[in-house]
């Protein structure tokens, strides 16, 4: 999906004032977590994150997580939500699963626009008072307020964006995954290609991606052609074979190997175990 089909439908808003329960959790659709006040330490994916009052953190479905607070008072608003409203009529709370009971075929699937499909960590006060607004109403349910969350969501996270946008380096960030994303299909893409496109050195823009992203240029190449393959081993009956050369593997036994790597099921597993939802 693109940014202009963004149409969050929220299952879940509320204003906790207690210490987050540290568990090894993820979910089954998207969070949105605002920290008006409290600090800590957020693992995802295996990778540490420090946060502190006034922070939004969003996390895409399917994202392994767990937070360490310190010991101080906490107030935080909590959100689950699609970032579409293909699936409003699943009305009720997907809820978290901890790490070893989480179950795949619990996801709705759909593909994520790339500037949703990683965490992101913002200090950013002005988000509160609308995001304390959009709890408010989905408590209280006036009229409408179906959708004035989900506008006041969508101008959040698109909020998110325009901040993510103001940081250093963010447009070499934008024009190298732009890159990626126009020439994942390529086999022949790899580091040097893309550095050298950019007239950068490959441990450069590594490192640059590592630092903005959290991956280097690598995962995130082969995070995003892994993702673009589930997409399609689950919304077609394409043989893997093509499968791997339409997201850029140069062979099926590579593409099997590494998306058992990522997922811990081969394609054919995989297909077998999420085609149910469609």
Same mark, same amino acid.
């Given at each position: 999906m ?21 568990l ?9 977590f ?6 800590g330490?957020l693992?995802v ?6 946060f502190?009052?006034?922070t ?5 479905p399917?994202?392994?997580?767990r ?16 970032l579409?409203?293909?699936f ?9 699963a ?10 709705l ?24 607004k ?7 349910k ?5 959708e004035?969350?989900?506008?006041r969501? %969508?101008?959040?996270?698109?909020? !998110? =964006?325009?901040?993510?946008?103001? *940081?250093?380096?963010?447009?070499? +960030?934008?024009?190298? $995954? ?13 580091n ?12 450069y ?9 959290? %991956?280097?240029l690598?995962?995130? !190449? =082969?995070?995003?052609?892994?993702r *673009?393959a589930?997409?399609?081993? +689950?919304?077609?009956? $394409? ?40």
């Amino acid at each position: 999906m693109s940014l202009t089909q963004l149409n969050p439908h929220i299952r879940y808003a509320y204003h906790y004032k207690l210490p987050i329960i540290s568990l090894d959790s993820r979910c089954y659709d998207c969070r949105l977590f605002f920290f008006k006040k409290g600090r800590g330490r957020l693992m995802v994916e295996g990778k540490e994150y420090h946060f502190s009052s006034e922070t939004a953190i969003f996390i895409p479905p399917g994202t392994r997580y767990r937070f360490y607070m310190e010991n101080e008072p906490t107030s935080y608003l909590v959100f689950n939500f699609d970032l579409v409203c293909d699936f409003a009529h699943f009305e009720q709370s997907l809820g978290t699963a901890q790490a070893e009971e989480f179950d795949p075929k619990k996801m709705l699937h759909y593909q994520l626009p790339m500037e949703f499909s990683n965490p992101i960590f913002q200090k950013n006060p002005q988000l509160f008072e609308s995001l304390e607004k959009c709890t408010t109403d989905f408590l209280n349910k006036p009229p409408y307020y179906k959708e004035v969350c989900s506008a006041r969501m %969508k101008r959040c996270l698109l909020a !998110l =964006l325009q901040c993510e946008a103001a *940081l250093p380096n963010s447009s070499a +960030i934008r024009k190298i $995954t732009d890159y990626v994303q126009s020439h994942y299909s390529e086999a022949s893409l790899t580091n040097e290609t893309i550095a050298a496109h950019f007239h950068y050195h490959p441990y450069y823009i590594s490192n640059l991606m590592k630092k903005h992203t959290g %991956k280097t240029l690598h995962q995130y !190449l =082969l995070s995003y052609r892994i993702r *673009l393959a589930k997409n399609l081993l +689950i919304t077609t009956n $394409t043989d893997i074979g093509t499968v791997a050369w339409k997201c850029g593997f140069n062979s099926s036994a590579y593409f099997i190997k590494i998306f058992k790597n990522h997922t811990g099921l081969t394609p054919g597993e995989y297909r077998k175990k999420n085609m149910e939802n469609f």
